[in-house]
Structure formats: structure tokens, C-alpha cells
């Protein structure tokens, strides 16, 4: 029996341990194979941890024992040559009209008609405006008229002066009056030229009541109106007639590149160009007529340190107007026997010196340091440092070893681009 304490039920070790096995006995079959099996796959889980730890270890190690030996970079290179390298340069102008002319009426007067249309293409000579000319042929009358009188003036004062000539030869009459009958002629005489002067001046002043075109051009729009009061000389102009076939574009160049330029076809090496320019227009097209500098001015702009060039072009349909900005390419120079290295090509050092790799020796790629001038295109224009004949490398760039031997290294044909690198082959070098 078991013990009592205080009352209580106390079951002895060995009672719990027969209790529960009787327990156990009563459960069902079914149920205890499900508990073994559970209890065999916890086991089996525990013991293969430690292996699947292990087996990347050993993956690992096998790989780096089977890594493939490094591949030789490939890269690629020109063979240099000499060529003539044109010397063109691109810079922004303006239009401007070859001739322009402001039309101001000569004589004061009242507008009566306008004889042109806005914006058209007039011709020199033909009629614009007319002024009223009720006074001006009136002034032409007159002056008709005093001419008439002069001249009868004239004719008297010369007939009694000659009759007075013998009379004073035969002392007939004071010689004192004939030399008065002979100044009234010269004086009647005089006053007759002054007259017909005063009639040319009245003619004149009619002929300019019609206001004409002095240019041939198109011509704006009109600033004055028919009946509109208008003087002689006036400030502002009645409207305005610009030539624009051919047209000017004034290109203004720094002063500095003025003088490089100067300074290389002093040096020997580089000859003056053709003074062929082509315009492209605002919309970056191409304007299809070329022109030629004119001339340049011969004074540098203090306010903007550049010279102005002026250029000259055909402009038959009138696309180009005054005041359009175009870009002009100038064609100034050219580098005789001259060096042109791709782009790609040419790194800069931390010193800002323009650096390239040739293929020396056993294939090796040797870094060199060149005198890059300027662009020509998609190339440098080397003026020192390289040869005719050198090689320059331009492709795998990134994956050079420089000085190092046995680089696989391959012709790149004249005028090709630079093939893209293999991925993670690396895009280029810093200089």
C-alpha cells in the first residue's frame, strides 16, 4: 500500500514507474510505432548537419584546384600614318543683310499713296510712296516764270550795251555809261543762270514727291500711313529695304586662337586653307550654299576679346534672314604630314599630360607621353611623341598589362569604332 503523509497519497518511485508501463500497455499499437518513427528521423537529422556544413568546404577546395589558367588579354591597335589634316574650326555668327537702306523722304508733305506690299521683293527705282505735289509744282511754275523775266531782263542790258560800245568809241556818249550798260548786261546775264538753278531745285524737289526704291531687296513692313505728315530728314524712317542675295555672316573668333593660328603657319608644318565656309541653320540642318571669308577686321573687340570674321554666301530662295544664328565651319588651315590618333587612344595622367600605350617590343604595351594640340573629328592630332608606323593601342584598354609580354594584339581597320568590352572585362583605364 503506499504511504501516507499528513493525509495525503504518496506513490513510491518504483509504484510510478509500474503505473506508467501499465499505462503504456493500454495505448494502441498504432500509436507507439508513430512515436518510434518520429523519434528515429530526429536522429537522423541531428547526424546530417554536420555534413551538409562540411560539404561546401569541400566544394570549394576542389574548385580552386580546378581554376583554369588566366587568358592573355587581347587588345587591339593602329599603325600611324602621316596624312594633310585639314584645320577646321566651328564657331556661332550672325546673319546680316548685304546692303540695307532706310527710306526717309526728301521733301515735306503729306503721304497720298503707299506702292508696295509689305514683304515683298522690290526693284531699285520703282515707286514706294508719293507725296502731295499741289506745292511743288507750284514752286516749278514760279520758277518758270522768274526765269522768263530774267531773261527778257538780259536780252535789254545786252542790246544797250552793245549799241553803247561804238558810241563810246566815237566819244558820243560818256564812257562811264557804257561801262554802267555793260555791268547791267553781265548782271542781267548772272541773274538769268540764277534762275534756271532755282527752276532745276523746284523740278527736283518734285521729282521728290514720288519716293523710289534706292535698292533692290525686300522691303518691311511700312511705318508710315497715306495721310501721314512727313519731313525732310526725319529721324525715323518710312520703312526699310535690305539685299539679302548674296547675305554676310559675321563670325567673331577669340583673339587667342587668332594668334595660335598665326603662330603655326609661322612654325612651318601647317599652310593656309581654302576660305570655304559652311553654315549649319538653327534647326541643324545643313545650309546647302558654301561661302568664303571675305575679310576680318583688324581690331580685337575689347569687351569680348575676339576678332570678327566675315563671310560671304549665295542665298538665291532667301532662307537665310538678318539676325539668324548659324554655326560656321572654317577650314583655316592645313596640317601638312600631320599625326591623328584615335580618341579612344588618349587618356590623360594626374598631371593633366596626354598619355597612350604603344605596342613595343615582344608585344608589350608601353606607356607613352604625347603633345595632344587639338580634335580633328573623332581623332587627337598628335604633335609630338608619335611616329609614323607606331602602334597605338585603342581596344582593351582596361585590360592591359602594361610591360608585361605575349599581349594578343590585332589590327583595327582605319575608321572603324572601338568594339564594346566583354562583360567584366572592364571599360576602359584611367589615366
Same mark, same amino acid.
Given at each position: ?13 518504483? /509504484? ?10 493500454? %495505448?494502441?499499437?498504432? =500509436? ?38 588566366? %587568358? ?20 556661332? @555668327? ?14 515735306? !508733305? ?36 522768274? $526765269? ?7 536780252? /535789254? ?9 561804238? $558810241? ?23 541773274? =538769268? ?25 525686300? &522691303? ?12 525732310? !530728314? ?8 535690305? %539685299? ?48 568664303? &571669308? ?10 569680348? @576679346? ?28 592645313? /596640317? %601638312? ?8 587612344? &588618349? ?27 587639338? +580634335?580633328?573629328? +573623332?581623332?587627337?592630332?598628335? +604633335? ?12 582593351? $584598354? ?34
Amino acid at each position: 500500500m503506499p504511504a501516507s503523509r499528513s493525509g495525503k497519497t504518496v506513490l513510491t518511485r518504483a /509504484a510510478f514507474q509500474a503505473s506508467k508501463l501499465v499505462v503504456l500497455s493500454h %495505448r494502441p499499437p498504432r =500509436v507507439v510505432l508513430k512515436n518510434q518513427v518520429l523519434r528515429v528521423r530526429t536522429q537522423i537529422k541531428l547526424c546530417l548537419l554536420p555534413l551538409l556544413a562540411v560539404v561546401p568546404l569541400l566544394a570549394a577546395c576542389g574548385h580552386k584546384d580546378n581554376k583554369p589558367p588566366q %587568358r592573355t588579354p587581347e587588345v587591339g591597335y593602329v599603325v600611324l600614318k602621316t596624312q594633310d589634316v585639314p584645320l577646321e574650326i566651328v564657331l556661332g @555668327g550672325r546673319t546680316n543683310a548685304y546692303e540695307t537702306s532706310e527710306v526717309r523722304p526728301q521733301v515735306n !508733305g503729306v503721304i497720298k499713296a503707299r506702292r508696295f506690299v509689305e514683304g515683298s521683293v522690290v526693284k531699285q527705282g520703282q515707286t514706294l510712296y508719293e507725296i502731295d505735289p499741289s506745292l511743288y509744282r507750284a514752286a516749278v511754275a514760279q520758277a518758270q516764270a522768274n $526765269l522768263q523775266n530774267a531773261e527778257a531782263t538780259r536780252d /535789254a542790258a545786252v542790246v544797250k550795251a552793245d549799241r553803247y560800245k561804238p $558810241l563810246a568809241d566815237m566819244q558820243a556818249v560818256a564812257k562811264q555809261d557804257y561801262t554802267d550798260a555793260e555791268a547791267a548786261a553781265k548782271q542781267a546775264i548772272a541773274q =538769268v543762270a540764277q534762275n534756271k538753278a532755282a527752276l532745276d531745285t523746284a523740278k527736283i524737289n518734285l521729282q521728290y514727291t514720288t519716293v523710289p526704291a534706292p535698292i533692290t531687296g525686300r &522691303i518691311s513692313r511700312s511705318l508710315v500711313t497715306t495721310g501721314a505728315l512727313v519731313t525732310s !530728314g526725319q529721324t525715323n524712317a518710312m520703312t526699310t529695304i535690305a %539685299r539679302l542675295d548674296p547675305i554676310y555672316v559675321d563670325i567673331p573668333q577669340s583673339s587667342a586662337d587668332m594668334v595660335t593660328l598665326r603662330r603655326e603657319l609661322s612654325g612651318g608644318g601647317v599652310t593656309p586653307s581654302s576660305a570655304d565656309v559652311q553654315l549649319t541653320l538653327e534647326d541643324g540642318s545643313a545650309y546647302p550654299q558654301h561661302g568664303v &571669308i571675305e575679310f576680318s577686321e583688324t581690331i580685337v573687340d575689347q569687351t569680348t @576679346g575676339s576678332v570678327t570674321l566675315r563671310a560671304r554666301f549665295p542665298n538665291p530662295t532667301g532662307l537665310l534672314l538678318p539676325g539668324m544664328f548659324v554655326r560656321a565651319k572654317l577650314s583655316q588651315a592645313t /596640317a %601638312r604630314n600631320a599625326i591623328l590618333v584615335p580618341q579612344q587612344g &588618349i587618356s590623360r595622367d594626374p598631371r593633366g599630360d596626354a598619355t597612350v600605350y604603344v605596342v613595343g617590343p615582344g608585344d608589350t604595351a608601353q606607356l607613352r607621353t604625347v603633345q595632344a594640340a587639338r +580634335t580633328v573629328g +573623332t581623332s587627337w592630332l598628335v +604633335t609630338g611623341g608619335l611616329a609614323a608606323g607606331d602602334k597605338v593601342i585603342v581596344e582593351g $584598354l582596361g585590360q592591359l598589362k602594361p610591360n608585361q609580354p605575349n599581349q594578343l594584339v590585332h589590327p583595327v581597320p582605319a575608321g572603324s569604332a572601338p568594339r564594346q568590352p566583354k562583360p567584366g572585362t572592364g571599360a576602359g583605364r584611367q589615366g
